[in-house]
């Protein structure tokens, strides 16, 4: 089934580079998922993280946007996250980290 794997597509977006994340995030996918988000690291660009699409994250996938928050305070560029999907925000809640991760309302143009 197509929801059973996840895809990263990186676009760069005027000042910014977009990361939109589709699919299962868990273990299988974590490698994909936080090797992207390193790379959208490198540069001084904010990046944004699209998780409109994410029909599941486990544990794994919040420990990858925690990895990337972490190397933002670190130096790297910053992260934004955008509309994360039902399941994503469960996890953000329950976990209590929503309020550690920015979240905006719209992606760049």
Request: hydrophobic share 45%; glycine share 8%.
């Amino acid at each position: 089934m197509a929801d059973e794997q996840v895809q990263v597509t990186v676009n760069a977006q005027g000042d910014a580079v977009v990361v939109a994340v589709t699919g299962v995030v868990d273990a299988l996918s974590l490698p994909v998922v936080s090797h992207e988000l390193t790379d959208a690291q490198r540069g001084s660009q904010t990046v944004f993280i699209d998780l409109s699409g994410v029909t599941f994250m486990d544990s794994r996938g919040l420990g990858a946007l925690l990895a990337a928050h972490e190397r933002s305070r670190e130096g790297a560029a910053p992260i934004r996250i955008y509309a994360p999907s039902d399941a994503v925000r469960r996890l953000l809640d329950v976990s209590g980290v929503g309020p550690i991760l920015t979240e905006v309302a719209a992606l760049p143009e």
